[in-house]
């Protein structure tokens, strides 16, 4: 009989700090030894600094961040594929979740909440992926087009963002933690409450090519790796027009950051936890 790691902890962030849930996964334990392996053979491509990208600025290849970083985790690789975006080398640190490194005092010195992920900028902690995100795109971007400095296109990405967070991903949540965390069987109202919101990501796309405006942004980031982790979950995210076109052309745009190594992968391997999950239920 194949066995079960006693305590490996997914950590599922939200974009509100003081809903931040710590739900505990037993899974087979191949399923992690296999991620981690196919993890180690990616960690050497980090840092690379990709020169043909637009939004590159040639005054940070001298500069390092570290990046604490889970791949099953959207939120995660959302911040990660910026980075990765903005030409930013950066140290990436894997905490690795199932021995909890999340509650090592040297982790909760940089995020107090636990979570991934989180950022160590020469000294300054910052946490949450959309914070993240908007600190980086704010301090290092060459121009605002990922984060339009003026007022009423910012607000319609902080908007994407908050859907993002509070909807789409907590929906998303709603749906898979009954059934990773708790043995319950996929709930159909769940699953009609994610679908409800994919659907509204369609209307914002009608006749718009990216999430938040005429260019690609933050949001956009967000959305693809939860967009991407519940198509590894089986959920046909291709059925609205608009988000399939959407979803293609993010892809595309952003295979030039890795998208493939930092979203698809973990996406897949998310993908992998969750099916093993529901064949309990065959």
Request: charged share 20%; glycine share 4%; hydrophobic share 40%.
């Amino acid at each position: 009989m194949e066995q079960l790691i006693p305590s490996a902890v997914l950590l599922i962030e939200t974009n509100l700090i003081r809903n931040t849930h710590t739900v505990e996964i037993h899974v087979p334990g191949s399923v992690f030894f296999l991620y981690f392996a196919k993890l180690g053979n990616c960690l050497e491509n980090e840092g690379v600094v990709p020169l043909n990208n637009k939004i590159f600025d040639p005054n940070m290849t001298n500069h390092t961040i570290t990046y604490y970083h889970f791949p099953l985790s959207p939120p995660s690789r959302a911040a990660l594929l910026l980075v990765r975006a903005l030409g930013i080398k950066h140290d990436l640190k894997i905490v690795n979740i199932t021995n909890g490194e999340q509650n090592t005092p040297e982790f909760l010195k940089i995020n107090p909440f636990h979570t991934v992920p989180a950022i160590d900028d020469n000294g300054f902690y910052v946490y949450d992926s959309s914070i993240i995100m908007k600190y980086l795109s704010k301090k290092y971007a060459k121009d605002d087009s990922l984060f339009p400095n003026d007022t009423k296109k910012c607000t319609i990405v902080e908007e994407r963002l908050y859907f993002a967070s509070n909807y789409l991903f907590q929906s998303f949540r709603d749906y898979i933690i009954p059934v990773m965390f708790g043995n319950e069987q996929p709930s159909t109202e769940k699953a009609k409450a994610f679908d409800q919101n994919l659907r509204q990501l369609n209307d914002f796309l009608e006749n718009e090519k990216w999430v938040a405006g005429t260019n690609i942004t933050v949001a956009d980031f967000s959305i693809i790796t939860i967009v991407s982790t519940a198509e590894a979950i089986m959920f046909d995210v291709n059925k609205y027009a608009n988000v399939s076109a959407w979803y293609k052309r993010s892809k595309e745009a952003m295979a030039s950051f890795g998208y493939e190594e930092i979203n698809q992968s973990g996406a897949e391997q998310f993908g992998n936890v969750f099916k093993t999950k529901l064949k309990q239920f065959v």
